[in-house]
């Protein structure tokens, strides 16, 4: 597998996109709109969207030594109780995915990456490519789940395809 900075950087651009308009979307739902449960796998919309921020700041500690949540992934849908607040630090997260992703340089993204998993409890060595790339699907997937969860909110959403990304 071959993942280069560049694509590292399309990615990062691409998911700013799509939360661009995601964000501003769920926040035009009440707010009992967005915290009912609607059977996906981390319930609501706001379950949901702060499951990935969780999972975000996980990563990004794991690759450029910052904050990272101490919560373990159960407790992820509950970090941000406040969607006010949530907003606020999905709009950081961005920017320091998009400030990391500029940072990279060819070595960056070459080599294995040392973590401890709490999903495993266990070290685990893996590939960057396969860790970044992990990384970009996980957000990807949620996402499809949040704008499948808007859409049967009856949310009139814009073109996902990463194709049509400017």
């Known amino acids: 597998m071959s993942v280069t900075p ?25 707010v009992d709109a967005r915290q009912l449960d609607r059977g996906a ?7 949901t969207l702060s499951h990935l921020l969780w999972g ?11 904050d990272a949540p101490d919560a373990p992934i159960e407790a992820g849908t509950q970090n941000f ?10 709009g950081a997260m961005d920017q320091r995915i998009t400030r990391w992703a500029a940072s990279l340089g060819d070595g960056d993204v070459l080599g294995e ?29 949620h996402r499809g789940q949040v704008h499948g969860m808007l859409t049967g ?12 990304m400017e």
């Open 113 to 141: 990456l040392t973590f401890w998993s709490g999903t495993k409890q266990a070290d685990l060595v893996v590939p960057k490519a396969k860790v970044f790339t992990h990384f970009f699907n996980h957000q990807t997937h």
């Open 81 to 90: 109780p406040d969607w006010d607040g949530y907003v606020a630090a999905r």
């Open 6 to 30: 560049d694509w590292v950087r399309m990615m990062a651009q691409y998911n700013a996109w799509q939360n661009g308009w995601m964000i501003p979307a769920a926040s035009g739902l009440s």
């Open 56 to 66: 975000d700041s996980l990563w990004m500690g794991r690759f450029d030594g910052g």
């Open 153 to 164: 909110a009856g949310v009139t959403t814009p073109d996902t395809d990463l194709l049509f």
């Open 41 to 47: 796998f981390f319930g609501s919309i706001h379950g």
